[in-house]
Each structure stands twice: as C-alpha cells, then as structure tokens.
C-alpha cells in the first residue's frame, strides 16, 4: 500500500480515492481535475479557480517559470502559493513536454526538482521522455531507459515533503508500458502520470488511450495513483476513471475557450453554431449564445473558460456519485454515444473486462442493461466465473419460462440474458436481479450460452434441457450439442 494514497470506492476499475499531500496540508479526494494555469497568461485567475468552481488543485509549469526571469525570482522570493494567490495543492509540471515539442530543454531532473521544492511546489515532475505513440521499438525502449533513470535520480533526489511525480512511458509498446508501470511503482515516487497520450487524444483514438493505460495500469497495479496527462475534455473523464485514472489535468478549458469551442461532456461546438446553450452554470444562464457572441474576445474567452470549468467539474462529480451508485460503466455507456470513437473507447475498456473484475465490487446497485455493450461487463463475466461454486444435481431444466413442474427433472433454474442460468433462489441477489429490457438482443442471448457452455462443462455427469423463449440459432449456436433444446413459445403456442 502506498502511504499517501488510500482506495475508498471502486467501481470497474475506477475508484473514490484520497491522496495525502503533506507538503500542502491537504487530502485531495479523487477522482480531482487540475485546471492548467500558464504563469503568462491567465483566463481565469488561480483564486477564482479555488472559490468560484471548487478547484482544490492545479498544475502549472516549473520549467516557464524557471526559465522567465521575473517568474523565477519572484517564485523563489514568495513561494508559488502566494506568487499565484491559490490556497490549494499545487502540482508542477517539468518541461518534459517543451522537451517533445521543441527537442529540447535547459534543466536536468536534480535541477528543477530542486527548483520545484524551493518554490514550494506540493508534487513534484522529473523531466522524463515523452515518448510519442507508433515509435519504432527501438527508440521506444532507449528512451524508456532514459525516463527510468530520472526517476532513480528523483527518488534519490532531496525532495522533502514534497510529493513526486514518476510518469509512464512505453509509447504504443503495450509490454513497455506495462514494464514501465512496474519499474514506477517499484520507486519510491508517489504520483504516476501516465504520459505522452495527448496525440493520441487529438486523432481521436480512445480505444489506443485505453491500451496504454491498462497496460501501465497493470504494471503499477491497484493502490498507485494514476495521472492521465493531458486528459482535459469532459466527454473522457468517465471512460479514463472506469480504466482506472485517477488525475486529470485541463489546459482544454482555457484552449478552446480562446477559439470559441464551447466543451460538453458529449463533445465540443463552436459558439458560432449554437442557436442555444444546453447547459445551466451562471455563464449559459446569464447570456444567450447571440449574447456570448457580442461580447468583446477578452470577456467572451473568459466566460467561455468558464463554461467549460463548470462542465468539466460538474462530470467529475457525476463520475463520483457514479462510483458511489455502482453505475459508472452505465456513465461510461452513455458518454460512448457521443462519437464512434467513444464506442471504440468503450469497447476497448470492455475487452480488459478481466483487468477492470479484480476491483470490480461483488455487490452494487441493480445492474441496468442498457445496449449490448453491456453484455461484456465484468459482472457479466464473474457470473459465469462463479458457476463452479454452485452445486449441481443429475437433471437440470434451465428455462427462460416458468419453473418445470414435471418431476422429469431435479431442480429449475432461471435463465436471464446476458447472465446465463442460475439457480432461483438467487433471483433477488446482484447482479442476476438486473433490469434488462424484454426485447431483449443476441449479444445478451450469446453471453447467456456462453453461461450455459460453462455450466454444463463444469458438470459432465449431469443431463441439461433448456426451454428458451424462441433463441436464433446464431445464440443457440454456443450452447453445447448434448443439451436438449425446447423452443417455449412454439410449446405455448402464444396462449
Ligand atoms: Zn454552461
């Protein structure tokens, strides 16, 4: 377990956590955005970020301020608190992203780490290699190892109180993630920011941003807070949390504020094409879009950013009341109809279903299923795992219908879509007593066969019929030869 970090909730793989940061006196509660404050230019002041939208984080970077002469002096002189007038933690970013986007930089780790510390920063960032997605191996690797050693250098480093950052790098090299995620949490480091997605957030490929992160996610394991660096757009937070995020920053709200892109948690617009605001904050409930329109850049980039901090804080706390309700993956569902490139996230996070199980809890509110999608969820998946616990006698009739009232067989068990058979005085217990639609689909179908595959392998000295409510025969297709099949609605004849 790692000291400043405690797991409160989980649901999937996303969890309620609390972080101890000593160095500024504060447990931030996760999952917690950082708005990006750039030290030149501020849409929306550090203050306002704490007492107007509840900020109780942000990151700035080290490596602007260190290397602006007026920054630097004046960071060091009162301290990066009173320097930004921002009551809260204050995280630090090192310049590794200057490093990939202009080659190079000016400060080693043991510099601006130590920088970091004496302008009072609360956590701390080595200046690791950022390196981007579809890399050959090689180059992969080698700056890896490069990465690897600034977080020796780091943890060795003379850091205090203040918490340090030990980013995870691999590219799209899914076994260098998780390598990577292996040596970081081996550190003594304490926050671990999974790096370099950006390009891949910007072409859209949230089903890659899903690899890499439960590729790392495997190599820190459960008890490692995880950053997904520069993760800023709503639509994502719940996708990133169910894998297992725990950090988010936004640079977004201010960024698109200044090219009139207006955030919701389905997508983005432009100011231009909005006829009206689908949004309550005070920003969408004082102006109309034409009045947005009207207002001067300064004051209409300013509100704008508003717009999208209120959006961006309001998801959070949805995600978390999701945690809380046992309904994230629900969220998660609903947030992947915004785009087809959502649905590909979505679905990849389905196909780590075994990953997301371990901290899935055994017990939650009632199961909903609500698109086919749900027919991959790791409920869905330990229901069939727990089959082998259950006791199984000589004759089993598993129905869709009413319970066989022959004595041609020993015991009834009910049969629901997606979860397969069960025995029925487990009826009222999670997650069997789903709410699942009555038209209902063949993923659910396929996913129930799949159930009484299993059951009926775990029990090979025991005979099977099952009476299902009109199965096509792409379903029954996966249910095993040996089990007699009775069609119930040609038997019923629609009385
Ligand atoms: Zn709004």
Redesign the pocket.
């Known amino acids: 377990m790692r000291e400043s970090f405690e797991v409160r909730a989980t649901d999937a793989g996303g969890r309620i956590g609390e972080l101890s940061v000593p160095r500024a006196g504060h447990t931030l509660e996760t999952p917690a955005l950082l708005p990006v404050i750039n030290p030149n230019m501020q849409t929306i002041t550090p203050r306002e970020l704490s007492s107007t939208f509840g900020a109780e984080a942000l990151i700035t970077n080290a490596y602007i301020i260190h290397s602006t002469d007026s920054l630097r002096d004046r960071s060091l002189e009162e301290g990066l608190h009173e320097m930004l007038d921002f009551p809260g933690v204050i995280m630090t970013d090192s310049g590794s992203f200057q490093l990939s986007e202009y080659g190079e930089i000016s400060v080693t780790t043991e510099e601006i780490l130590e920088f970091q510390r004496d302008i009072g920063s609360d956590i701390g960032t080595p200046v690791d290699i950022p390196t981007p997605p579809d890399v050959g191996r090689k180059r992969a690797e080698t700056e890896l190892e490069i990465t690897q050693q600034r977080l020796e250098i780091a943890a060795a480093a003379p850091t205090g109180e203040m918490l340090v950052s030990a980013p995870v790098q691999g590219s799209t090299h899914l076994k260098l993630r998780e390598r990577a995620g292996r040596h970081a949490a081996a550190t003594s480091l304490d926050v671990f920011p999974v790096g370099a997605v950006v390009p891949l957030m910007n072409e859209y490929r949230y089903d890659d941003v899903v690899d890499v992160v439960g590729a790392a996610k495997r190599g820190l394991g459960t008890d490692c807070p995880v950053h997904l660096f520069g993760a800023g757009h709503p639509m994502m937070f719940a996708l990133a949390v169910a894998m297992g995020c725990d950090l988010f920053d936004s640079a977004a709200y201010a960024l698109y504020a200044r090219d009139d892109r207006y955030l919701t948690v389905s997508g983005t617009r432009h100011l231009e094409e909005l006829e009206y605001?689908p949004?309550s904050?005070p920003?969408?409930t004082e102006y109309t879009p034409d009045e947005l329109r009207a207002l001067g850049e300064t004051e209409r980039e300013k509100n704008l950013a508003a717009?999208n901090l209120?959006?961006s804080f309001e998801e959070i706390r949805r995600i978390k009341g999701a945690i809380r309700d046992g309904n994230l993956l629900e969220l998660v569902d609903q947030r992947a109809r915004s785009h087809p490139t959502m649905l590909d996230g979505f679905r990849a996070l389905l196909d780590h279903a075994d990953q997301l199980e371990r901290t899935d809890p055994a017990s939650k509110g009632t199961f909903f299923y609500t698109s086919h999608e749900s027919a991959r969820r790791p409920e869905v998946r330990r229901h069939h795992q727990r089959l082998a616990r259950l006791s199984v006698p000589d004759r089993v009739f598993l129905t869709e219908g009413s319970a066989s009232s022959t004595d041609a067989f020993d015991v009834s068990w009910r049969v629901i879509p997606p979860f397969g058979p069960f025995p029925r005085a487990l009826s009222q217990t999670y997650p069997v007593s789903a709410e699942v639609p009555e038209r209902t689909d063949d993923a659910a179908r396929q996913a129930a066969a799949t159930g009484i595959e299993r059951l009926v392998a775990l029990n090979p000295d025991s005979e099977f019929t099952f009476g299902h409510a009109g199965w096509s025969n792409s379903a029954l297709k996966t249910v095993p030869d040996r089990v007699e099949l009775w069609d119930l609605t040609a038997r019923t004849g629609g009385d």
């Open positions: 605001l949004c904050c920003v969408c717009h209120f959006v």
